[in-house]
T-cell receptor, first 109, second 112 residues
């Protein structure tokens, strides 16, 4: 059973467009983390967002715990934003994160 | 401060061989995770340690995969014997308890 669902699976944007990536969980979570990965690259933490809204530069994450969902908004996309975005949930203290299968983003000129 | 380091970066093994992958977590972190990443399955947990104690062993990976944490600054993942289906990227991550995870660059394993 895939406990973390991400949508869309892939997305193509024109440069400067905004993107909204979604993550939903089949079970309760109290912590959500968003990651970014270039092909062959390291997973890089973007935002650690247990609940509410958190912003870092052009990225804004909104997590609604009771609705078991989180979103990542990318504003004014750039070509260098291309890559895979993963969300992960942690169920409760002391247990490990479960990852979604990712959204593959391609930003074109 | 160094991030998570993993060695080797690439490993090629013959079917049936034993391989050992290494990980050094961020200094001071007390949680350490081993994952396997493939295009089809995404990230799958292999092992999870807290303060060197094994908390999760990844269920389906028990029989041929063994992770150890000999001290707080070093962990190994042994795969014995390797099979072609083990070809994947193996990732190590660390975190302070209940805080965000930091990942290493991964080891790309190819089993022939």
């Amino acid at each position: 059973e895939q406990q973390v669902q991400q949508s869309p699976a892939s997305l193509v944007l024109q440069e400067a467009e905004n993107a909204e990536l979604q993550c939903s969980f089949s079970i309760f979570t109290n912590q959500v983390q968003w990651f970014y990965q270039r092909p062959g690259g390291r997973l890089v933490s973007l935002l650690y967002n247990p609940s509410g809204t958190k912003q870092s530069g052009r990225l804004t994450s909104t997590t609604v715990i009771k609705e078991r969902r989180s979103s990542l908004h990318i504003s004014s996309s750039q070509i260098t934003d291309s890559g895979t975005y993963l969300c992960a949930m942690e169920r409760d203290s002391g247990t490990y994160q479960r990852f979604g299968t990712g959204t593959k983003l391609q930003v074109v000129p | 401060d160094a991030g998570v380091t993993q060695t080797p970066r690439h490993e090629v093994a013959e079917k049936g061989q034993t391989i050992i992958l290494k990980c050094e977590p961020v200094s001071g972190h007390n949680d350490l995770f081993w994952y396997r990443q493939t295009k089809i399955q995404g990230l799958e947990l292999l092992s999870y340690f807290r303060s060197k104690s094994l908390m999760e062993d990844g269920g389906a990976f028990k029989d041929r995969f063994k992770a150890e944490m000999l001290n707080s600054s070093f962990s190994t993942l042994k795969i014995q014997p390797t099979e072609p289906k083990d070809s994947a990227v193996y990732l190590c991550a660390s975190s302070l308890e209940n805080y965000e995870q930091y990942f290493g660059p991964g080891t790309r394993l190819t089993v022939l």
